[in-house]
């Protein structure tokens, strides 16, 4: 069910990663919210309906990795703020006044003064120094390696078509324990970015069948249309990991 967002601004207060493979279905989930111009909304116990998306959403957080956010990410604007801590009298007094009757006017002037003259609704996010540092800690273990061994086309990037058992072999060698979802968790990474990669196709190896992914530099589109044994031959042996 997501009827949550019929509303207007959706708020995501003191937003944590905790496990990177709930950060990125967090990430994931809320991308429609974000960028489409069609809802398809759930209510429960009702029929889906389709609405237009007015949604806004605000997250809040005290933690630098507080999502899971690509190299390359378009849609969150990322602003930090290094003030101390609001002392507890003044944070009463602002509070009290702000559920007061004066509040919900002052904080609508303050808004409607700000100037949106060169504001571009449909831009790419802002690539700040703060969402740099966001996009860093955000990293996990499984992200950061398997994107350097792509990066110098080494380990299961050698070659042109690549397994995830490669990736999860590749990554068991250097002492990362994936754990029960370590396959969902190598999809999501090589799927993002910088890899994009997109499966290609299928190929037996010894009693079972792989799925054979490539990344976007390695041109999908064209590795798709090779029949099973030109996969095969490209995909190499496979009697361990690729180090």
Sequence with gaps: FNDYSLVQVLTLPELHMGDPGSARKLSDSL????????LHVNPKGRKGYQQPNVATVLATSNHPDAAYLDSDDRRWDIYETRAS???????????????????????YGLFMAVDLSTYHAHAHAPHSSSKERAIEAGQDEVRVELSEAYRLRQGPFARAVFTQQECLEYLQALG????????????????????????????????QYLRLWAARRDDPEKLKRLSEGELRKLLGPQDGPVL
Excluded: C, N, Q, S
Excluded at 90 to 100: E, P
């Design 31 to 38: 991308k429609p919210l974000i960028t489409d111009d069609l």
């Design 85 to 107: 801590g609001m002392p507890d009298e003044l944070g009463k007094r602002l509070y009290a006044f702000l559920k007061g009757p004066r509040g919900p006017g002052v904080l």
């Design 176 to 207: 990362i324990d994936t754990g029960r979802h370590g396959g969902t968790w190598v999809t999501h990474v090589v799927r993002g970015a910088p890899i994009r990669a997109e499966p290609v196709g299928r190929t037996r190896v010894g009693r």
